[in-house]
């Protein structure tokens, strides 16, 4: 008979515990994650850069300037939800875990659950 | 497989035919100061003159040149004049416009007119470039002209907003622009080499790729390819494909982290140069044959490369000893020898 796997979870706490704005970098076994609060959402990505293995999470969590249609058009856009590596600046959505450069490359994203009042990352099934 | 040749050069046999092609107020500036700039300056570097050591500028006369691709099974034929896009490193505005104008009028009549296998490069004075893009779209509309050569060496990188009614014409009339090695340093254009002036031949001849390098970075940067999706750049002995293929490694990684301050290019560069430029295959450093091959099939050079001879100067090529068409596992022979071009300068339906 098949084991029914339940996803892994982390408590972090109660909601009201965390602040809209907060980060918190994690170690779940040999993985570091970071949890970001921004208004009511939670996000949860990999502390880890594609790029060249940078703590992808202590970098500034900022806005970027959006793909447009034509030069020296500037189009501000998805403030707060853009992590921007501290080493050499590489951008992620940390609701999606993708860049802007219109390729594969990703970050690795958890889901985030609020469960009477407390929030839980989801980790990968075990 | 009938071969279309990317560069095939042309000259004037001797200045009064092309003076001929003047108002008469300003006949006589050419011919007294044909081969200098106006500011005194030569337009072609005495060590870098062909002519001066008794060697072809270019084809003078079509028969002789007709005679050459027939029996080398070359079918089409991209026409330069090397020094024609020199007129842009002139200090003056009004009388290079006039040049190249004349210039064009005479490659139409002198040869493409009654010529269908001849294909004609136009120039532009990019000192004027409102004029510039009146010309492109008035001689550019003549069927055998297929595109427009400007300066390799300029005063200021080709992406700049100045320069956009010249690149606005050209997209606009279909007709690639075309950046041919070898005007870098005349005249009023910057040196060379970034730092300076190079103390010999050698130095010289090896700068290009750098130099054609920055055009094609400010272009893509300055949003030129984002803003007019069918401009085609082409670039002729510019050092071949190798140096480009390490330089868009380095600019996609950059492009990654820096991509916030030109969000109009919404692609990484190596995949706006795979569809917007075009490389001529003359002057390539082959050097290890096989590892030359090597790595331009890991970049689909083949689907880039347009076959250029070169003919019928001293440094040309002759198709049957190229390796660019010898026939070779993962290399298809036939888009660098013909279908590169076709597509490029519109052909498709006339092969």
Known sequence: MKREDSPKTLDLGPVDEFADGERRIMRHGR???????????????????????????????????????????????????????????????????????????RIKTYPVEIREQRVHLILKAS | MTLIDSDFHVTWSDNAALAEYLPKAWQQRFLR???????????????????????PGGWSEPEAAVTWMENHQVEKAILHAYQAPAVSNFGDADYPSLLAEAFNQWLIDHWLDGRTE???????????????????RKRGSHPQIVQVALSAGTLQPYGKLGFRPIFEAAAEMGLPVVLHAGTEGVAVSNPPSSHGWPRNLLEYRVCPATNFIAHLTSLITEGLF?????????????????????????????????????????????????????????????????????????????????????????????????????????????KVGRENAAALYGMTSAL
């Open chain 2, 226 to 334: 984002s803003d007019l999706p069918d401009l085609r750049l082409v670039g002729l002995e510019v050092g071949g494909v190798l140096p480009l293929i390490t330089y868009l490694w380095r600019f996609d990684k950059n492009y990654k982290a820096l991509r916030s301050e030109c969000p109009w290019v919404r692609e990484l560069p190596s995949a706006v140069v795979k569809r917007h430029v075009r490389l001529g295959t003359g002057s390539a450093a082959i050097g290890e044959e096989h590892l030359y091959f090597e790595l331009l099939e890991s970049f689909g050079a083949d689907e880039m490369l347009l076959w250029s001879s070169n003919q019928p100067r001293w440094d040309a090529v002759e198709p049957e000893s190229d390796p660019h068409l010898k026939e070779r596992t993962g290399w298809q022979v036939e």
């Open chain 2, 118 to 136: 001849l294909l004609g490069t136009m120039t532009v004075a990019t000192q004027d470039p409102v004029r510039a893009g009146k010309e492109i």
């Open chain 1, 31 to 105: 993985v570091s994650i970071g949890v970001f609060r921004v208004g009511d959402d939670f996000h949860a990505v990999r502390n880890y850069c594609p790029h060249e293995g940078a703590e992808l999470c202590r970098g500034p969590l900022t806005g970027t300037n959006l793909p447009v249609a034509r030069s020296g058009h500037m189009e501000w856009g998805a403030e707060g939800y853009v992590l921007r590596c501290p080493w050499h600046a590489w951008e992620f959505d940390i609701r999606t875990g993708r860049s802007y450069t219109a390729t594969k490359m």
């Open chain 2, 33 to 55: 100061g044909s081969g200098h700039s106006q500011s005194g300056l030569p337009v072609t570097q005495p060590f870098y003159n062909p002519a001066a050591q008794g060697q």
